[in-house]
DNA sequence: CAGGGTGTGTACCAATTGGTACACTCGCGA
DNA sequence: TCGCGAGTGTACCAATTGGTACACACCCTG
């Protein structure tokens, strides 16, 4: 790296239309990234699949680092759509509702993106840079609204961050569990055993 | 490639002093893989860390991709090992026996031990071929413990498996919450709260 | 039409990778 | 003592990697 600036050699201030090229080429390699695998990918490889060469995609993130980056950055985004798309439900039980989430969480065509999830959890906890700023996030994006839902049901604050980290770990504890063993029916039973002991229906 | 049958082309049939300097290499490695990550390890750096050439790894394991089934394997057996070291002390509640097995789980020391086991998790989902055969084990070779545990405890057989799953997914996504945030304080709550709930005392 | 900047491809480079060839040492049995 | 085979190091190789140099195509403004 010979200039002193922290641009990038090429295409200093970015004029606009790059913006949009960018964000199109991240999202297609979030896509790219969760069927084949975050470890391994390799430039090339990512440029082949998505129509550009690996030349471009230097071009736009400047090093395979940054665009890793915004990857993940990406694939927060889209975890958090997800979450944000729900909710829309005002009249169920919270058991319901919890049920439902569920249902959402495991459909069969978020699996690749879980598995994603998981993958970069992974490398952030072994410190890889690019991953490492996702860990902070991983439990408190998400615990935030979950308290927030707890305590809208009436449950005690102080409880309320307890049983909401709970039930964070717990459905990602058997996602985990549904993912490597396909057992759908047996993740089923025990997240309802789950909701039984939480909810306290019977 | 160019010898037919299955072995490495050096050093046939092992005569087993060879045995034990590959233990003793494998022990080494899972230290090292426990330290400095899985997906990145190269041999050299590897060797280097372990005092000997990646040519040796080359000659005792044959390929990288089988020395990384053994470490596996290792790492697996040593999960193992630390399970069954345990349930020794016959006179604790249930409750009383999973909050020790959780504070054990959660020593500082077997972090980087979790971690490499979080890590094998997300190269398996992803594949790996070397770490795939590990998913299988990942959820059942704990399941079939816990369940002995729970009908021992008096628990209807059919529920006894849902329970011994849930309990098995709620330990795993506290500990990724632990080994994500370091929050233990939080954590720790969390799974007292889990306590109260599944083993139903206030 | 002229000219420059933006976007892109091709060719290339240095570094690192897993794996191999060969030479050397050392210990043990004939 | 001789030899031979297991264990090891050094040097090397081909492939792949991230990143760069340079040239070309296109579009917009003058």
């Known amino acids: 790296m010979v200039n002193t600036d922290g ?3 090429e295409g200093k201030a970015a004029p606009g239309t790059d913006v949009d090229r960018r964000s199109q080429l991240v ?15 390799s430039l090339r490889g990512l440029g082949a699949a998505i129509g550009v060469s690996h030349r471009m995609l230097i071009h736009y993130f400047g090093s395979k680092e940054q665009l890793l980056v915004e990857i993940v950055r990406m694939s ?3 975890q958090r759509d997800l979450l944000s798309r729900f909710r829309l439900e005002p009249g169920l039980s919270p058991s319901d509702a919890a ?7 495991t459909d069969p065509r978020l699996a690749s993106q879980e598995r994603l999830f998981f993958e970069i959890y992974g490398n952030a906890l072994r410190g890889r840079p690019e ?21 809208a049901a009436g449950a005690d604050p102080a409880m309320a961050r307890n049983r909401a980290r709970l039930g964070l770990a717990t459905v990602r504890g058997l996602l985990l569990d549904l993912l490597a063993t396909g057992d759908r029916a047996g993740v089923d ?12 229906s019977k």
């Open 76 to 78: 927060e985004r889209r």
């Open 189 to 200: 039973a025990a997240m309802e055993e789950f909701l039984r002991l939480y909810y306290g």
């Open 131 to 151: 991953a490492a700023p996702a860990l902070e996030g991983f439990v408190n994006n998400w615990l935030e609204p979950l308290v927030a839902a707890e305590v």
């Open 99 to 105: 049920r439902l989430l569920w249902q959402q969480l």
């Open 27 to 41: 999202n297609a390699a979030v896509d790219y990234v969760a069927a084949h695998g975050f470890a391994d990918l």
């Open 7 to 9: 641009s990038h050699p």
